[in-house]
Protein backbone atom coordinates (compact mmCIF):
# COMPACT_ATOMS: atom_id res chain seq x y z
CA UNK A 1 0.00 0.00 0.00
CA UNK A 2 2.01 2.87 -1.08
CA UNK A 3 -0.34 6.41 -0.26
CA UNK A 4 -2.82 5.02 2.09
CA UNK A 5 -4.45 5.70 5.53
CA UNK A 6 -3.63 2.48 7.50
CA UNK A 7 -6.59 3.47 9.68
CA UNK A 8 -9.40 4.15 7.19
CA UNK A 9 -8.18 3.42 4.26
CA UNK A 10 -8.27 6.68 2.74
CA UNK A 11 -6.49 7.29 -0.91
CA UNK A 12 -5.83 9.69 -3.47
CA UNK A 13 -8.70 10.73 -5.72
CA UNK A 14 -8.23 11.88 -9.23
CA UNK A 15 -9.61 15.15 -10.65
CA UNK A 16 -8.83 18.27 -13.09
CA UNK A 17 -6.94 21.46 -13.16
CA UNK A 18 -9.03 24.10 -14.34
CA UNK A 19 -7.34 26.79 -16.21
CA UNK A 20 -8.68 30.21 -16.71
CA UNK A 21 -9.32 28.86 -20.43
CA UNK A 22 -11.56 26.10 -18.92
CA UNK A 23 -8.91 23.48 -20.30
CA UNK A 24 -9.05 20.61 -17.81
CA UNK A 25 -5.69 18.33 -16.98
CA UNK A 26 -5.59 14.96 -14.95
CA UNK A 27 -4.57 15.86 -11.73
CA UNK A 28 -4.77 14.05 -8.08
CA UNK A 29 -5.50 14.94 -5.07
CA UNK A 30 -3.50 13.16 -2.13
CA UNK A 31 -4.49 12.81 1.14
CA UNK A 32 -2.27 14.26 4.38
CA UNK A 33 -0.88 11.27 5.15
CA UNK A 34 2.26 11.38 8.48
CA UNK A 35 3.97 9.06 10.27
CA UNK A 36 3.05 8.38 13.46
CA UNK A 37 4.47 6.17 16.06
CA UNK A 38 1.44 4.66 17.37
CA UNK A 39 0.60 1.93 19.85
CA UNK A 40 -0.84 -0.82 17.70
CA UNK A 41 -1.99 -4.41 19.33
CA UNK A 42 0.33 -3.40 22.63
CA UNK A 43 3.48 -2.95 20.82
CA UNK A 44 5.01 0.18 19.02
CA UNK A 45 4.58 0.58 15.56
CA UNK A 46 5.08 3.28 12.55
CA UNK A 47 1.99 3.80 10.73
CA UNK A 48 1.03 6.60 8.20
CA UNK A 49 -1.98 7.84 9.40
CA UNK A 50 -4.28 10.80 7.58
CA UNK A 51 -4.36 14.19 9.72
CA UNK A 52 -8.13 13.30 10.55
CA UNK A 53 -7.67 10.10 12.10
CA UNK A 54 -5.20 11.87 14.07
CA UNK A 55 -7.55 15.26 14.74
CA UNK A 56 -10.13 12.46 16.09
CA UNK A 57 -8.01 10.31 18.30
CA UNK A 58 -8.51 7.22 16.21
CA UNK A 59 -4.39 6.86 16.81
CA UNK A 60 -3.12 6.13 20.54
CA UNK A 61 0.70 7.63 20.40
CA UNK A 62 3.56 5.84 21.77
CA UNK A 63 5.36 7.97 24.73
Known amino acids: MAF ?21 TKRVFSPNLQTVRAVVNGTHKRIRVCTR ?6 VQKAV
Open 53 to 58: CLRSGR
Open 4 to 24: VCELCEKKHQSGHNVSHANNK
